[in-house]
């Protein structure tokens, strides 16, 4: 049972254009969401979070979209750098004790 | 350079073994949690201590033990090895019990089961 789903395996995107990551989920109760980069041989490392209060929170070039509505995520990176290339991880928070993440997003940033 | 601290980066073992995969914190985090990523997987949450104390349960099988020691390093036992077990297992960190608050993550110790 995938509470968070990330259905796109890959994404590849142009240097300087917009890249735009998707999250969805199914449980409601969940009250906080976080997307982590995780490069290979290295562990995941935090980006962003936004709470289950807010539809938008922006940190730099990273801006993440809650929809409650319609149970969905996603991720903006704008401008993508090759440097952003990555596996991207969505994951939920459900009361406060457990992190559920998404199976990942591979976004190859190409000059 | 998260702070976290897993040591082995490697183990190559055989069914039927057991392996422990140890796991030091950040310094001043309280909290370990252990991740599980098989093939194509999403990270799968195994266990958490806190303070050294079990604070949520994931997905862990009952061949898999883990524990938190006083001076805040937890050890993962898995026993009775088989191939599914074969995975890249993540130890993260936090300051606090909650997991609202960003973790940070060790690079991994990747098993294989042969």
């Known amino acids: 049972d995938q509470q968070v789903k990330q259905n796109s395996p890959s994404l590849s995107v142009q240097e300087g254009r917009i890249s735009i990551l998707n999250c969805d989920y199914t449980n409601s109760m969940f009250d906080y969401f976080l997307w982590y980069k995780k490069y290979p041989a290295e562990g995941p490392t935090f980006l962003i979070s936004?709470?289950?209060?807010?539809d938008k929170n922006e940190d730099g070039r990273f801006t993440v979209f809650l929809n409650k509505s319609a149970k969905h995520l996603s991720l903006h990176i704008v401008p993508s750098q090759p440097g952003d290339s990555a596996v991207y991880f969505c994951?939920?928070?459900?009361?406060?004790?457990?992190?559920?993440f998404g199976t990942g997003t591979r976004l190859q940033v190409f000059p | 350079d998260s702070g976290v601290t897993q040591t082995p980066k490697h183990l190559i073992t055989a069914t039927g073994q057991r392996v422990t995969l140890r796991c030091s914190p950040r310094s001043g985090d309280l909290s370990v949690y252990w991740y599980q990523q098989s093939l194509d997987q999403g990270l799968q949450f195994l266990i958490q201590y806190y303070n050294g104390e079990e604070r949520a349960k994931g997905n862990i099988l009952e061949r898999f033990s883990a524990q938190q020691f006083p001076d805040l390093h937890s050890e993962l036992n898995l026993s009775s090895l088989e191939l599914g077990d074969s995975a890249l297992y993540f130890c993260?960190?936090?300051?606090?019990?909650?997991?609202?608050?960003?973790?940070?993550f060790g690079s991994g110790t990747q098993l294989s089961v042969l």
């Open positions: 993260a960190s936090s300051p606090g019990p909650t997991t609202n608050e960003k973790l940070f």
């Open positions: 994951a939920a928070v459900y009361n406060t004790d457990k992190l559920i």
């Open positions: 936004i709470s289950s209060i807010k």
